[in-house]
Structures are given as C-alpha cells and as structure tokens.
C-alpha cells in the first residue's frame, strides 16, 4: 500500500503543538497535534496566502511555524477559508486588519450572519469571537499570487459551502474535506448533500493533480488513486443512507424544527 512508502515530503519543524512540511518548493503544510483542520501557506512571487488556520488556540504555534519560513503574519495577503467549520477557521480572526479573508458565498454568509449550528461552534468548542469575511468567492475566480495561479472550484456535499483550489500548473488540489489522503470522505453535514458531495468528486478526479492538499491527515502523492476510491465510497454511502432513512421515521426527524418554525411563524399572526 502507498501509506508504506516513505513520505516523499520534507518535516521541517517538529514540535509538541505542530508539524511543519514542505509539500512542494513555497508550498507548506502545517499540522497541528489537536483537533485542528491543517492550514497551509503558499508563498508566491507576488502574493502570499494561507489555506485555512485551524482552532483559534493553535494561532501561536501557527506563528512559530510561520516563523520558521521567515513568514510573519503581516506578510500574508490574504486567508483563504475551505468552509465554515470552525477547525478550519477558528483562528481567521486573529488575522482582522492584517489579511484580507475569504470564503466561498455561501460560507461566508453563514460566518457572517453568525451560525454557529453551521460552524460546530458546540463541536470544536470555539470561543464566541465573530469572523469578518472581506471578500465573497464564487466558482471560477482565479487567485493571482504570480507564480501560483489557484482556480477556486466550488466543490459542495461535505457542506453547502466548500472551496477546492487546484494550481493546475503545479497539480496543486487543496481539498480541504472533499477529498483526504487514501480516499478518505469528510462526513456529510447539514446543509451538505451526498449527492452533491459525488459531483464534486467527479469533477476532481478530472484534474491533472499531482499533490492532494487536504484538511486532515498527511500529504498524498496519488491524488489520482484517493478521488478514485473516494468516489466509490461515495457511492457505498448514498445507498446505506437511503437504507438509513428507509429506517428513520424522517417527519419525527424534522419535527423539532418544524415545531420551531410554526412557533416563530405564531409571533405574525
Ligand atoms: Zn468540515
Ligand atoms: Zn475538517
């Protein structure tokens, strides 16, 4: 199996709160030793961002790791956000009125309007600190960093509201919870769907990548490889979750908030 080969990425830092890899030259992967999403940085000719952050207390250790590429915060341009989980995103407000901070329309709406159901606040047990988004991505804008150029795919299932950046020069695929190391799926949330979630696999096993960036676990050199068996487990899933609510009695499911609709819905009459 592939996971038996030694890593061909390089550990630059290894500390007690975090990992720092070298996925490719101006390209690093950091990874934190709690429940943290990675966060990656990559450095450009032009500009430099971060992917994702992780927890708000992995915001010093960030520092260091950043520190050790001669990287300090205030060089970052911008913060690019996978989706609104707060393990992705928990430390974005450390970096208001430093970088400009982005996520797809839909994320940011919901980080904006405050939804922590949507953000597992509860989950990741986050402090209720808000996070500003400055700037709206939508499928299809590009991220100019000079000598990176990151198509912004959206790539919807694992939430309503996931981004995938592909460098399709490089074969960079930042898949953030849409695809992990060895095929690997993120759960499948709320305002996300399955269906939805095989699409957004379709359409990455379509690209010339080389190198899987993800939100969990280690790099992967067979991107390839992952989003097929990705896509096959995908499949497996929608029919045992057609089995699943088969099962469920779906009205007693959707009572709680239907009964909380009708209640607000009184408040009018
Ligand atoms: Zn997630
Ligand atoms: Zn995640």
Redesign the pocket.
Known sequence: MSDRRPSPFKTLLDSEAATLIEAAPDVYQIRFKNRAANAYLVRGSRRTIMIDVGLSTNYPHLVTCLAHIDVTPDMIDMVVLS?E?L??IGAAYHFHGISYIAAHRLAANKIMLRDDFSMLRKMFNEPNVPIDIDIWLEEGNLIDLGNFRLNVMYTPG??SACVTLFDQDKGLLFAA?TLMPGGVM?GV?GSGSIADYIQSLERLKGLNSKILLS?HGRLSDTPQEDVRTAIQRSHGLLEDTAQLFDALDARQNFEPIMQSVRDLNKLDD
């Open positions: 989706h989980h393990d992705h694992h939430t919870d993120g949330f939100g």
